[in-house]
């Protein structure tokens, strides 16, 4: 019997034509939910994760709600299609039934139904792969049969398990929508019962927390609900609440004592939500500051601070059987398809998606097994299984050789930053060796490595994973240089290092190599680099030398630089190009102990466009004038334009308007002097209705105050947002701007 689930949770932002032209409303509406429904769909058919159960919110748009269904039904033919504030419309099979609230909530043993109309429903969709669980009705009290009938919705003899109780308080714009927590049973198995609640809660609109009491009664009501559907102890089965809760997700480590996370999440305050259940990403995968993983998990771009915030949540119960091994911002489902230049974002929610199973030793991001800091790792034989995943942690910076052995080829491994644990690391310039494995280049520590099966139904496989950390003994193992990472290194006492490379015409014994790579990508001209050796610890002597080996396989000694505590040396890099860094250590026998920092600078800085960077341009204030800003944006790079994004392509923006820009920034965008980046407002062309800001080099942007930095992912890459005037108005564009990347 298989126990491997998995879940996504996704607010599409799939508003109404009602919600576009009335609250707030859109001048010209947004008409594109329709399109962004079927890519949607199309996005989660294609997903190789294989989801099982799919929690939709915001799918108020009716148009969007039969293209989700339609589309995704085959996969998932048991579907809550609608919650709404009196009734439940469920799909079994193919089968459509209405159920009556009145009705279901008297199943449930919920005295007070609560709701009242509504302009709007909830916006909840539920799709699962297996049935809903099916109750008799043989036992409600005959008035209620009664009355439901009255109302429209006559009781079956059976109905399925679900259920939906609108929250009686709602403020601002979200008062005209039904919003409260949808209820679904599901019989995987008689034995593999799963509960599952959705929920959209009350949004906020300036700051966070400013709805704080509002989501306060809510969150009340959730844990009422959940207690009396699923039972008091949790224990009947696994328990899941998924959705937008609309409150800034932190880390334990970090988290504000009054804030609102802590009050529901942290404190043990005799609360379901805290004591009985966790937050999966917050309790249990990423929990801050070192020992603990540091990933945010930001799923949406917000107008006000902070931006980037994590608002989608997966909760489990404690008493659950099954381990959350990975939990994750599904970047690949937010994308629209290439060749849709007229539908410039899904989302201004990334999707949130779980992965479960039967539990075993590490694995789970946070009981990663911790390797060793030695040069060379194998681990023990290890077994997998029905979607298993394990997890090992590495503490040391370095260029690593990584590989499997396995008897067939039905396991993989992916390789994280611990700031990163959705978007898996890539492989060094695609470099591999049948003997010694592919290549990885970690500047910043801690990563992971997971090891799965390729199929999460194959048959119980095992594999070694074996791990080999560069020590610089030779061209060989040279350790490689990231541009503007300092890589601390150090020489055994006592002992040499390594003996003469009798390939070189000089005495290069008791050495260390480094290696500089230039660009993979076309130079206008060469790239300049300068290198420096810091002496951090010790007192020996050393020498720093810059070699090249030519196509014949002899060595070029290009430069050297020798004597106190600092030696630099000067090259220029083309693309394509290997240059090695010796660093010699000349006392002898080697008994002088020598710590070092070797940092390698180039005059470039790069942002990362495409599904690497995620960039976004973000309306914080619409302009004056009547009805929408009509936009265009122009990107030009060191004096040559990079892009011009017409209006036609990128959409009108209103206020709060966010749009991807992965479809026409690059995958690389390098810059040495500066990127240019203007927004037009074509309503009135005058001087104020073009705004423009350059980007400065690397360098320059944590002191540059049109630049607010909203993530440090490492000592050389950022995350943050450029801001732009618009005669009165603002827009917003985020990137991500880092010194090296380990595909260019």
């Avoid at 009664?217 to 937008?244: K, M, S, Y």
């Avoid at 997700?249 to 043990?268: C, L, N, V």
């Avoid at 002898?588 to 470039?604: I, K, N, Y």
């Avoid at 479809?663 to 005058?686: C, T």
Wanted: charged fraction near 25%; aromatic fraction near 10%.
């Amino acid at each position: 019997m298989s126990e491997s689930l998995r879940i996504l949770s996704y607010n599409t932002q799939l508003r109404s034509w009602a919600m576009e032209v009335g609250i707030p409303p859109s001048i010209p509406p947004v008409d594109t939910a329709a399109e962004r429904a079927g890519f949607i769909a199309d996005n989660i058919l294609g997903s190789p994760f294989d989801y099982d159960v799919v929690g939709l919110c915001e799918v108020f748009d009716e148009d969007a709600r039969e293209i989700l269904r339609d589309r995704l039904r085959p996969r998932f033919p048991h579907v809550v299609t609608k919650c709404d504030w009196d009734y439940l419309q469920v799909e079994e099979a193919g089968a459509r039934q209405t159920c009556g609230r009145y009705a279901q909530c008297a199943l449930f043993g919920i005295p007070d139904v609560g709701g009242a109309w509504r302009l709007e429903d909830s916006g909840l969709m539920l799709f699962s792969r297996w049935p809903f669980a099916q109750l008799g009705t043989g036992g409600l009290d005959v008035t209620v049969v009664e009355v439901s009938a009255l109302l429209g919705y006559p009781v079956p003899a059976v109905v399925p398990a679900v259920n939906f109780l609108p929250y009686r308080n709602a403020v601002s714009d979200d008062r005209h929508a039904a919003k409260g927590i949808a209820y679904a049973r599901i019989e995987r198995a008689p034995a593999q019962v799963y509960h599952f609640f959705l929920s959209h809660t009350q949004a906020d609109s300036h700051t966070p927390e400013e709805n704080r009491g509002t989501r306060s009664q809510q969150i009340a009501d959730v844990e009422r609900f959940i207690e009396t559907c699923a039972g008091p102890g949790l224990f009947d089965g696994e328990v899941f609440f998924l959705g937008d809760l609309n409150i800034v997700g932190e880390p334990d480590a970090k988290a504000d004592p009054d804030g609102e996370w802590r009050s529901y999440f942290h404190d043990s305050s005799g609360r379901m939500l805290t004591d009985r259940a966790a937050d999966l990403w917050g309790r249990r995968q990423c929990t801050g500051d070192l020992p603990g993983l540091r990933d945010r998990g930001f799923s949406a771009t917000v107008v006000y601070e902070p931006r980037q915030q994590r608002l989608d949540y997966a909760v489990a119960a404690t008493t659950n059987s099954l381990a959350a091994q990975h939990v994750m911002i599904d970047y690949d489902l937010a994308n629209v398809p290439p060749g849709h230049p007229e539908v410039s974002y899904l989302s201004d929610h990334r999707p949130l998606r779980v992965e479960l199973t039967r539990p075993r030793p590490h694995s789970t991001p946070a009981t990663a097994l911790a390797v060793p800091n030695t040069p060379q790792f194998d681990s023990s034989p290890e077994w997998l299984s029905d979607g298993q995943a394990m997890w090992f942690r590495f503490d040391e910076a370095g260029t690593y050789d990584l590989r499997l052995s396995q008897a067939g080829d039905r396991i993989a491994y992916e390789v994280y930053l611990d700031t990163d644990l959705s978007r898996p690391r890539r492989q060094y310039h695609d470099e591999s060796d049948p003997r010694r494995g592919d290549k990885y280049v970690i500047p910043a520590p801690p990563f992971l490595v997971k090891v799965f099966p390729t199929s999460r139904t194959s048959e119980r496989d095992w594999f070694v994973f074996r791990a080999h950390r560069h020590q610089g003994v030779g061209p060989w193992d040279a350790i490689q240089l990231p541009y503007g990472e300092g890589v601390p290194e150090s020489f055994p006492v006592g002992q040499l290092l390594n003996t003469d490379f009798e390939d070189t015409d000089w005495e290069d014994s008791d050495t260390k190599w480094f290696r500089l790579d230039g660009p993979t990508i076309p130079l206008d001209s060469p790239l300049p680099a300068h290198i420096t050796v810091w002496r951090r610890v010790g007192q020996a002597s050393f020498a720093a030398s810059l070699v090249r080996e030519s196509p014949s396989g002899t060595w070029q000694l290009l430069a050297q630089s020798s004597g106190g505590p600092l030696a630099g040396l000067e090259a220029s890099l083309s693309t394509g190009d290997r240059l090695y860094v010796q660093v010699t250590r000349w006392d002898q026998p080697s008994q002088r102990e020598l710590e070092f920092v070797v940092t390698a600078t180039v005059d470039m800085t790069l942002v990362l466009g495409a599904g690497r960077g995620a960039p976004r341009l973000t309306c914080t204030t619409e302009t004056s004038g009547w009805g929408a800003d009509d936009i265009e944006l122009g990107i030009t790079t060191d004096g040559v334009q990079t892009a011009y994004i017409d209006n036609d392509t990128i959409g009108d923006f209103e206020q709060d308007a966010i749009r991807d820009l992965n479809q026409w920034v690059p995958e690389f965008l390098p810059y040495r002097r500066d990127i240019e980046f203007m927004v037009k407002e074509l309503d009135d062309v005058g001087h104020d209705d073009i705004g423009r800001e350059t980007l400065p080099p690397f360098a320059a942007l944590e002191s540059f105050d049109r630049f607010t930095v909203t993530e440090r992912i490492s000592p050389g890459r950022l995350r943050g947002f450029l801001r732009i005037d618009v005669d009165d108005g603002r827009y917003d564009v985020e990137l991500a701007v880092t010194t090296w990347d380990e595909q260019f």
